[in-house]
Antibody
């Protein structure tokens, strides 16, 4: 069955950096666009970034452009999100999600990123 | 950018009774390819979202028949014919007609009376 397992979250100071990872299994990873979606505590869902199957096309929501970088390693079935210049409003659970062309059909359990001094 | 709104924002339902959630978009979600990229998700407490409906009216794999989606253009509806206790959570609509951007509605909290 499809499994997406995120890791790398934690507490970081404003201006700091973090690298999130998502280990995928149960499907042919290289066949699918992949995305990151986040959810601030007690708030709704916000799409963050997506990457094409071979990693040549990436898109980002405006609030993270220039600060976040999505990447993938198809040989290792892994998805990553590099976060720099973190701000308090980046605090959220970050979900790895399969899809990115039109919708997300499988989601991981998420990893919590807390930006606080 | 397309803005999604949902009404009501919260709903308390008696088990066995129907429920309905409205989702409206600020622009038509009819794509030039003829499809309407409107989706519904349910986020149960403590869980990630799970897909319910895709392309406005098609049930995702494994979704119970009591869930149905309808609508076109800018107005969409999710209906639950007979609410069960396991249906509690937050329901989100999402558009991807304006890809590469994905936009979620604010969510509708459904609980059981």
């Amino acid at each position: 069955q499809v499994q997406l397992v995120e890791s790398g979250g934690g507490l970081v100071k404003p201006g700091g950096s973090l690298r999130l990872s998502c280990a995928a299994s149960g499907f042919t990873f290289s066949d699918y666009y992949m995305s990151w979606v986040r959810q601030a505590p007690g708030k709704g869902l916000e799409w963050v970034a997506k990457i094409s199957t071979i990693g040549t096309t990436m898109d980002y929501t405006d609030s993270v452009k220039g600060r976040f970088t999505i990447s993938r390693d198809n040989a290792k079935n892994s998805l990553h999100l590099q976060l720099i210049s973190l701000r308090a409003d980046d605090t959220a659970v970050y979900y790895c999600a399969r899809g990115g062309l039109r919708y997300f059909d499988h989601w991981g359990q998420g990893t919590l990123v807390t930006v606080s001094s | 950018d397309i803005v999604m709104t949902q009404t009501p924002l919260s709903l308390s339902v008696t088990p066995g009774q129907p429920a309905s959630i409205s989702c409206k978009s600020s622009q038509s979600l009819l794509h030039s390819d003829g499809k309407t990229y409107l989706y519904w998700y349910l986020q149960k407490p403590g869980q990630p979202p799970q897909p319910l409906i895709y392309e406005a009216s098609k049930r995702s794999s494994g979704v119970a028949e009591r869930f149905s989606g309808s609508g076109s253009g800018t107005d969409f509806t999710l209906k639950i014919s007979r609410v069960e206790a396991e249906d509690v959570g937050v329901y989100y609509c999402m558009q991807s007609t304006q890809a590469p951007l994905f936009t979620f509605g604010p969510g509708t909290i459904v609980d059981i009376k």
